[in-house]
Protein backbone atom coordinates (compact mmCIF):
# COMPACT_ATOMS: atom_id res chain seq x y z
CA UNK A 1 0.00 0.00 0.00
CA UNK A 2 1.01 3.47 -1.16
CA UNK A 3 -0.06 6.81 1.20
CA UNK A 4 -0.10 10.43 -0.50
CA UNK A 5 -0.14 13.06 2.07
CA UNK A 6 -0.59 16.76 0.10
CA UNK A 7 0.91 19.58 2.14
CA UNK A 8 2.08 23.36 0.55
CA UNK A 9 -1.69 25.32 0.36
CA UNK A 10 -3.05 27.99 1.96
CA UNK A 11 -4.49 31.05 1.08
CA UNK A 12 -2.81 33.70 -2.00
CA UNK A 13 -3.51 36.67 -3.66
CA UNK A 14 -4.00 36.57 -7.63
CA UNK A 15 -0.68 36.40 -8.74
CA UNK A 16 1.17 34.74 -6.35
CA UNK A 17 2.62 31.28 -6.20
CA UNK A 18 2.47 28.62 -3.79
CA UNK A 19 4.43 25.09 -3.88
CA UNK A 20 2.48 21.64 -3.43
CA UNK A 21 3.88 18.99 -2.50
CA UNK A 22 2.90 15.10 -2.26
CA UNK A 23 4.77 12.96 -0.15
CA UNK A 24 4.77 8.96 -0.48
CA UNK A 25 4.76 6.63 2.53
CA UNK A 26 4.55 2.85 2.76
CA UNK A 27 6.24 2.02 -0.65
CA UNK A 28 8.40 3.89 -2.93
CA UNK A 29 6.68 5.81 -5.47
CA UNK A 30 9.68 6.41 -7.56
CA UNK A 31 8.85 4.01 -10.20
CA UNK A 32 5.14 5.01 -10.51
CA UNK A 33 3.55 7.97 -12.63
CA UNK A 34 1.83 10.70 -10.46
CA UNK A 35 -0.91 12.82 -10.79
CA UNK A 36 -2.26 16.02 -9.74
CA UNK A 37 -6.25 16.49 -9.67
CA UNK A 38 -7.94 19.45 -8.73
CA UNK A 39 -11.59 19.57 -7.37
CA UNK A 40 -13.53 23.24 -6.70
CA UNK A 41 -16.59 23.28 -4.76
CA UNK A 42 -19.30 22.66 -7.10
CA UNK A 43 -17.29 20.96 -9.65
CA UNK A 44 -16.12 17.66 -10.69
CA UNK A 45 -12.77 16.80 -10.23
CA UNK A 46 -10.23 17.33 -13.28
CA UNK A 47 -7.06 16.79 -14.27
CA UNK A 48 -4.14 19.57 -13.91
CA UNK A 49 -0.84 18.04 -14.10
CA UNK A 50 0.90 13.96 -14.76
CA UNK A 51 4.69 13.17 -14.65
CA UNK A 52 6.05 9.91 -15.97
CA UNK A 53 8.34 7.18 -13.90
CA UNK A 54 10.97 9.02 -16.07
CA UNK A 55 10.56 12.66 -15.19
CA UNK A 56 11.06 12.89 -19.23
CA UNK A 57 7.41 13.46 -20.24
CA UNK A 58 4.94 15.59 -18.59
CA UNK A 59 1.53 16.55 -19.12
CA UNK A 60 -0.70 20.17 -17.92
CA UNK A 61 -4.32 20.95 -18.14
CA UNK A 62 -4.98 23.78 -20.48
CA UNK A 63 -5.57 26.08 -17.94
CA UNK A 64 -2.67 25.56 -15.80
CA UNK A 65 0.24 25.26 -18.78
CA UNK A 66 2.16 27.50 -18.68
CA UNK A 67 1.58 28.67 -15.01
CA UNK A 68 2.49 25.14 -13.14
CA UNK A 69 5.02 22.83 -13.23
CA UNK A 70 5.24 19.18 -11.99
CA UNK A 71 8.77 17.82 -10.82
CA UNK A 72 9.92 14.81 -8.15
CA UNK A 73 12.55 14.24 -5.95
CA UNK A 74 13.64 10.54 -6.26
CA UNK A 75 15.89 10.73 -2.71
CA UNK A 76 12.75 12.27 -1.04
CA UNK A 77 10.24 9.41 -2.60
CA UNK A 78 7.97 12.71 -3.77
CA UNK A 79 6.64 14.93 -6.15
CA UNK A 80 5.94 18.80 -6.09
CA UNK A 81 3.65 20.85 -8.16
CA UNK A 82 4.79 24.41 -8.67
CA UNK A 83 1.78 27.05 -9.11
CA UNK A 84 2.62 30.19 -10.10
CA UNK A 85 0.26 33.44 -11.72
CA UNK A 86 -2.41 31.91 -9.51
CA UNK A 87 -5.68 33.12 -10.31
CA UNK A 88 -8.59 32.94 -8.33
CA UNK A 89 -10.13 30.03 -10.66
CA UNK A 90 -7.24 27.92 -9.39
CA UNK A 91 -9.28 27.77 -5.82
CA UNK A 92 -9.75 23.84 -5.35
CA UNK A 93 -8.78 20.88 -3.38
CA UNK A 94 -5.32 19.77 -4.78
CA UNK A 95 -4.66 15.73 -4.79
CA UNK A 96 -2.04 13.94 -5.72
CA UNK A 97 -2.44 10.35 -7.09
CA UNK A 98 0.05 7.22 -8.10
CA UNK A 99 -0.25 5.08 -11.47
CA UNK A 100 1.35 2.30 -10.80
CA UNK A 101 0.82 0.13 -14.18
CA UNK A 102 2.40 3.10 -16.23
CA UNK A 103 6.10 2.64 -18.55
CA UNK A 104 8.52 4.51 -17.85
CA UNK A 105 7.74 7.40 -19.81
CA UNK A 106 3.57 6.84 -19.55
CA UNK A 107 1.37 9.18 -18.36
CA UNK A 108 -2.35 9.82 -18.22
CA UNK A 109 -4.59 12.05 -17.30
CA UNK A 110 -7.34 9.39 -16.72
CA UNK A 111 -8.56 9.49 -13.11
CA UNK A 112 -9.59 5.91 -13.65
CA UNK A 113 -6.23 4.45 -14.07
CA UNK A 114 -4.33 6.31 -10.87
CA UNK A 115 -4.69 3.48 -8.04
CA UNK A 116 -3.26 5.55 -5.16
CA UNK A 117 -4.96 8.96 -3.95
CA UNK A 118 -3.67 11.84 -1.21
CA UNK A 119 -6.27 13.53 0.95
CA UNK A 120 -5.91 16.80 -0.65
CA UNK A 121 -5.35 20.04 0.47
CA UNK A 122 -6.63 22.96 0.19
CA UNK A 123 -5.72 26.24 -2.33
CA UNK A 124 -7.29 29.34 -1.89
CA UNK A 125 -6.52 32.42 -4.50
CA UNK A 126 -8.36 35.75 -3.12
CA UNK A 127 -8.42 38.47 -6.05
Known amino acids: QVQLIESGGGLVQAGGSLRLSCAASGRTVNTYSMGWFRQAPGKEREFVAAISWSSVRTDYGDSVKGRFTASRDYTKNMVSLQMNSLEPEDTAVYYC????????????????????WGQGTQVTVSS
Open 97 to 116: AADVDNSYHGITRSQADYDY
